[in-house]
């Protein structure tokens, strides 16, 4: 398998996840509204790190880890038709070495559910995953890191 490369949100990354957003109602779901200025302005933060995932040449998905008391709180998106290779895994397992190198401990992530894909994801990055859901509806995985 090809490696990842995690290059830092620019603005001209943005019309390309604007485009995997809305052409994906899952993921809207999941995510929300779109708001190209907001993300730019979490990119920008200190405590808020945002890339682009890229795989050989071709951009794949991206993520968003927040670190807060060195504990990160991982978010990452896979583009529809990227989805069902195992890069869910892969983002995860370099998100590790990622939040690391930012001071974190701990990842702790959530995700719906009926989200198979993601479940599939957290657990074969060795995840935690919670038996509840939670008061958003949500499942949390974890991961000593």
């Known amino acids: 398998m090809a490696s990842l490369r995690f290059i830092p949100l620019d603005q001209t990354d943005l019309s390309t ?17 779109y708001d190209n200025k907001k993300i730019l302005k979490l990119a ?5 790190l945002i890339w682009l995932v890229r795989q050989d040449d071709i951009a794949i998905g991206f993520v968003d880890l927040e670190i807060r008391r060195k504990v990160g709180f991982p978010a990452y998106f ?8 195992g890069l869910g895994t892969q983002i995860l397992l370099e998100l ?20 198979i894909g993601s479940r599939r994801a957290h657990e ?18 974890s991961k000593k890191i």
């Open 17 to 33: 996840i604007e485009e995997w957003y809305l052409g994906d109602l899952e993921g809207q779901k999941f995510l929300g509204g």
């Open 44 to 48: 920008n933060g200190r405590d808020r």
């Open 78 to 85: 896979v583009a529809k038709r990227q989805r069902g290779k």
């Open 96 to 115: 590790e070495n990622l939040a690391k190198r930012h001071g974190a401990q701990e990842l702790q992530g959530s995700f719906e559910p009926e989200t």
């Open 124 to 141: 074969k990055a060795g995840h935690t995953i919670s038996a509840t859901i939670d008061e958003e509806g949500m499942l949390k995985a």
